[in-house]
């Protein structure tokens, strides 16, 4: 019988598209990628992954395999979503992915409260811009400020966080808008719902730089660097910066709690979702939908 480590080895493999990428995405080796590879071809009989110089790429017979592997795969991640979703108590480790902005400014300076309140739960922060799988168990509770997409989620509305143009105090351009440098996202996140609004509300002045993250943004602005737009509860409290006023309608993303439908009724991923509900409710516009 084939060996799942190996199988699970060789879809990272299929989906990093590198040992390299699938060792970072597995926190092994690379080594430990290669062997467990090696061992499910030489346990098929089969070769699956043409190995090139900077990637790896699937044979015909590696397709196949990737495409049963992937059912699998799923049907794993089902069974413990299940198996967790059973959870009575409220113990155990509960992983919510947010911005880095969500974690560092609101989520990280509440962990001793909330350790106070679930001292049986351990709770997780992952901070990325990017979105995560709920279905692959990347994270259990996602806070996002676009719309979720995944299917097999169940998403709250949390409400709107305004948003508003911030710069230094001493920007040489302060009064004059048409002369204003805006600090933009870099590229990857070109089709997020902020880089959009940005790139309407800049038109055709100039970018003055690209910062990936709101924390980098925000620094660039104290700086001098430019004009950036930035969530109000950051940029008010920044006595170094000042809001610029704008014309145009402001940005006001939408915020949502997002949760797999297996582990909704978990105890413990129920409790989590109640605590940022309660905490959220602090710096969203709008009243919190109870929908979820």
Known sequence: MTNWEDLRHFLAVAQ???????????????????RRLAALERRLEARLVERLPRECRLTATGERVYALASEIESQAFAIDR?????????????????????????????????????????????????FVSLTRREADIAVRMDAPGEQNNV???LGQIPF??????????????????????????????????????????????????????QAAARAGAGVANLPCFLGDADEQLVRLPFDGEAHMPDLWLVVHSDLRRSAPVRAVMDYLVEVFAEFCEVAVDRGA
Request: proline share 3%.
């Open 164 to 217: 508003a143009l911030y710069s230094s105090r001493d920007y040489p351009h302060l009064d004059r808008p048409e002369a204003w440098e805006f600090i933009f996202y870099d590229a990857q996140f070109e089709s997020v719902s902020n880089q959009q609004w940005l790139i309407q509300a800049a038109g055709t002045r100039e970018v003055a730089c690209r910062v990936s993250t709101t924390a980098g943004q």
């Open 155 to 157: 998403a709250r509305k």
């Open 16 to 34: 990093a598209g590198s040992l390299s990428g699938a060792a970072r995405t597995l926190k092994v080796d690379h080594a430990t990628v290669s």
């Open 82 to 130: 299940i198996a967790r979703g059973e959870q009575a108590q409220l113990k155990g480790e509960v992983t919510v992915s947010a911005t880095p902005m969500t974690v560092e400014a609101i989520l990280a300076v509440r962990l001793g409260d909330f350790r106070r309140r679930y001292p049986g739960i351990q709770l997780s922060l992952s901070a990325q811009n990017l």
